[in-house]
């Protein structure tokens, strides 16, 4: 049996398809590859906004909740302020009138 010859020719003819045939593949895979790698930034992209913006609401309510606690005892002390301002208003009302000898009048 003889063996067989190759030929250079075919060699690089097959070669040269090869090649083109993998460079044409690439260029059609190209904008697809190109689509993914911006979706995967855009995502990436969402995901760090959502992190900060769950960290935001996170400090946000913490400081409610503490500045909550503050308003509660701050308006408790509104609270008895005004409760004294209209026990001394009600006495110095009924002090007036009674200097002044006129009889209270209710509307």
């Given amino acids: 049996m ?8 075919v060699i690089l003819g097959k070669t040269a398809l090869g090649l083109l045939v993998a460079g044409v ?8 590859k190109e689509a993914r790698k911006s979706w995967k930034e855009l995502k990436n992209s969402i995901n760090s906004t959502r992190a900060e913006l769950i960290l935001q609401r996170t400090n946000c309510l913490t400081t409610l909740q503490e500045d909550g606690k503050e308003q ?8 008895e302020t005004l409760g004294d301002i209209k026990v001394e208003l009600a006495s110095q009302t009924g002090y007036l009138q009674a200097s002044s000898g006129r009889p209270r009048t209710k509307k």
């Fill in 25 to 32: 593949g690439a260029l059609l895979l190209w904008p697809f």
């Fill in 72 to 79: 509660v005892k701050l308006l408790g002390k509104m609270a």
């Fill in 2 to 9: 003889p063996v067989p010859v190759i030929d250079p020719s």
